[in-house]
C-alpha cells in the first residue's frame, strides 16, 4: 500500500515534473552520484544523454517519436519567425546561416507559444564587443529599450566587457559575457548564481569573435539551466512567466547562427496566471513576405 502511494503521488503532474527535471539534469551534469559512487559511476557524455533521455521516454510511457529534436531555424528562410520592432535587412539567411545585422535594436519571434522544451542553438558574433541573446516565454511587445519582457539568455562577444567601462574607469564582471541569465523587461525570476538579480555562469566558457558556441538550455516551469560549450554552468528558477513566445535579439552588431532546435517536453506549471498574452495573428513573417 505504501509503495502504491507512492508511485501515485510520484506521478502526480506538479510533483513529476520536479523530479524529472531534477533527474535529467543531474544525469546531464554527473552530480546524479556521490562521492565516492560518483567516480565509479563517471560516464561519458554521450551515455549521459542516452541516459536522460532513455529517462523522459520510459517515465512518460511515451514512444522515442514523441521526443525529438525539430528545427526553429530550417537553414532555408525565416519560415516559422515573425518579426516584431526590427526591419526586412535585418535578418537572413546566406548559404545555411542565419545572420542578424544588429540593425535596429529589436527582436523576431516564434509565430506560436511554448511552454516546457529544450533548446539547442550554435551562434557567433562577426565583431569585437557584439550584443545578442534569446528570450524565453516571452510576452514580444518591446518597451522603451524596444526589448520585450522575457528570460533572457545572454549572448555577448568577449571585449563586450573592455568596450563598455564604467565612469570610474572600472571594467564589468567578466561573467558578463560567458551566458548570464535574467529576467527582462519586467519579469522576475531568483538566480542560482546571483551578480545582483541576474545569474552568473560559473565558469569562463564562451569563445571570442568569429568563434562558434553551443549553448544548450533546458526550460521547465519556470527554470532554465544552461550548459555552455558543453557543460552546465548556470541557472535560473521561478521566472514569472512559464510559457511564451521565444525571441531572437537584434543589438547594434552582426551575429550568426547555424543551429537553432527544440525539443518540446510536457506540459507543467503554466497556467493563465503565468502565460504571457497571446498575440493576434499578423500576416508578416521576419522576412517581409505576407503569408
Known amino acids: 500500500m505504501v509503495l502504491r502511494q507512492s508511485v501515485h503521488i510520484c506521478f502526480q503532474p506538479s510533483v513529476f515534473n520536479h523530479l524529472f527535471t531534477i533527474i535529467c539534469f543531474q544525469l546531464l551534469t554527473d552530480r546524479l552520484f556521490p562521492p565516492p559512487m560518483e567516480l565509479?559511476?563517471?560516464?561519458?557524455?554521450?551515455?549521459?544523454?542516452?541516459?536522460?533521455?532513455?529517462?523522459?521516454v520510459a517515465?512518460?510511457?511515451v514512444t522515442a517519436e514523441d521526443l525529438v529534436f525539430r528545427d526553429l531555424f530550417n537553414r532555408k528562410d525565416l519560415a516559422g519567425w515573425i518579426d516584431v520592432n526590427t526591419s526586412p535587412e535585418t535578418w537572413s539567411v546566406k548559404d545555411g546561416i542565419l545572420v542578424c545585422t544588429g540593425k535596429p535594436i529589436g527582436v523576431m519571434r516564434t509565430d506560436r507559444q511554448y511552454e516546457n522544451f529544450i533548446i539547442?542553438?550554435?551562434?557567433?558574433?562577426?565583431e569585437p564587443g557584439g550584443n545578442?541573446?534569446?528570450f524565453l516565454w516571452s510576452d514580444a511587445k518591446p518597451e522603451g529599450n524596444r526589448l520585450p519582457r522575457g528570460m533572457e539568455v545572454q549572448m555577448l562577444e568577449l571585449d563586450w566587457v573592455n568596450q563598455h567601462k564604467g565612469r570610474d574607469g572600472t571594467l564589468p564582471p567578466i561573467a558578463y559575457v560567458h551566458g548570464e541569465l535574467f529576467g527582462a523587461g519586467g519579469m522576475t525570476a531568483i538566480p542560482d548564481n546571483p551578480r545582483g538579480k541576474r545569474s552568473k555562469s560559473l565558469e569562463n566558457r564562451c569563445k571570442g569573435v568569429g568563434q562558434w558556441n553551443r549553448y544548450v538550455f533546458v526550460a521547465v516551469d519556470g527554470m532554465v539551466k544552461l550548459s555552455v560549450n558543453g557543460k552546465f554552468?548556470?541557472?535560473?528558477?521561478a521566472a514569472?512567466?512559464?510559457?511564451?513566445?521565444?525571441?531572437?535579439e537584434s543589438e547594434g552588431k552582426e551575429i550568426q547562427f547555424r543551429k537553432i532546435r527544440i525539443m518540446e517536453l510536457p506540459g507543467g506549471l503554466a497556467d493563465a496566471s503565468n502565460t504571457a498574452p497571446l498575440i493576434e495573428a499578423t500576416t508578416e513573417h521576419a522576412d517581409g513576405e505576407t503569408k
Open 40 to 56: 565509479a559511476l563517471r560516464f561519458t557524455t554521450p551515455l549521459r544523454l542516452t541516459l536522460a533521455v532513455t529517462l523522459m
Open 59 to 61: 517515465c512518460l510511457n
Open 120 to 126: 539547442e542553438v550554435e551562434w557567433r558574433h562577426m
Open 132 to 134: 545578442s541573446g534569446m
Open 233 to 237: 554552468v548556470n541557472g535560473i528558477r
Open 240 to 248: 514569472s512567466y512559464k510559457k511564451g513566445y521565444i525571441c531572437m
